[in-house]
């Protein structure tokens, strides 16, 4: 069975720094990209970034291009996001997904993460 | 940026109603690109459709999508107590993926 389980999420302060974290387990985990989408509250969904498989591409949005930095270890099937300089505009639950852009379809998501930038 | 505009923002239906929730990209994206998610409150998204037309494992064939260049639909033949929920088309086509605000279905 596919599973994804974020964690790390957590109330920061302006201008603070994160990092999530998303194990997954079920599947082989080099073989796919990894998404991460975020949800504020009342909102629909936002692409966040995504990383290939081998992690040597990466892509992200341009509201959070220069300030987080998508990574992952596939030895430990984890992937991260490290998150900097949070705004409030930052608040959401951050999912980590399978797949992503033309890699392939965000088919397994995880229960989400919730984030909140705050002071 | 791709931007998804859905239409409309809420159907307001009754159970054993065919539901039909719109797409429209701002510019034309492959039909390999182009999901529809469904999410219940407190929950993450759930794969429905991928690839405009293909449903995803375990779900029922009273979903179904289609379209082409711009214009995509989500078809639900017959509502169920169960479909009640938000749905969200997403495209994977371009970086920035996108998703679009979001079609409610509320039971009428």
């Known amino acids: 069975e596919v599973q994804l389980v974020e964690s790390g999420g957590d109330l920061v302060q302006p201008g603070g720094s994160l990092r999530l974290s998303c194990t997954a387990s079920?599947?082989?985990?080099?073989?796919?990209?990894m998404t991460w989408v975020r949800q504020p509250t009342g909102k629909g969904p936002e692409w966040v970034s995504v990383?290939?498989?081998?992690?040597?591409?990466?892509y992200y949005a341009d509201s959070v291009k220069g300030r987080f930095t998508i990574s992952r270890d596939n030895s430990k099937s984890k992937v991260y996001l490290e998150m900097n300089s949070l705004r409030a505009e930052d608040t959401a639950v951050y999912y980590c997904?399978?797949?992503?852009?033309?890699?392939?379809?965000?088919?397994?998501w995880g229960q989400g993460t919730l984030v909140t930038v705050s002071s | 940026e791709i931007v998804l505009t859905q239409s409309p923002g809420t159907l307001s239906l009754s159970p054993g109603e065919r539901a039909t929730l719109s797409c429209r990209a701002s510019?034309?994206?492959?039909?390999?690109?182009l999901a529809w998610y469904q999410q219940k409150p407190g929950q993450a998204p759930r794969l429905l459709i991928y690839?405009?037309?293909n449903r995803a494992a375990g779900i029922p064939d009273r979903f179904s999508g289609g379209g082409s260049g711009t214009d995509f639909t989500l078809t639900i033949s017959r509502l169920e107590s169960d479909d009640f929920a938000v749905y969200y088309c997403?495209?994977?086509?371009?970086?920035?993926?996108?998703f679009g605000q979001g079609t409610k279905v509320e039971i009428k």
């Open positions: 510019q034309s994206i492959s039909s390999s690109s």
């Open positions: 997904a399978r797949g992503g852009l033309w890699f392939g379809i965000n088919d397994q």
């Open positions: 079920g599947f082989f985990f080099s073989s796919y990209a």
């Open positions: 997403q495209q994977r086509g371009d970086s920035p993926g996108t």
């Open positions: 990383i290939s498989g081998s992690g040597a591409s990466t």
């Open positions: 690839d405009t037309s």
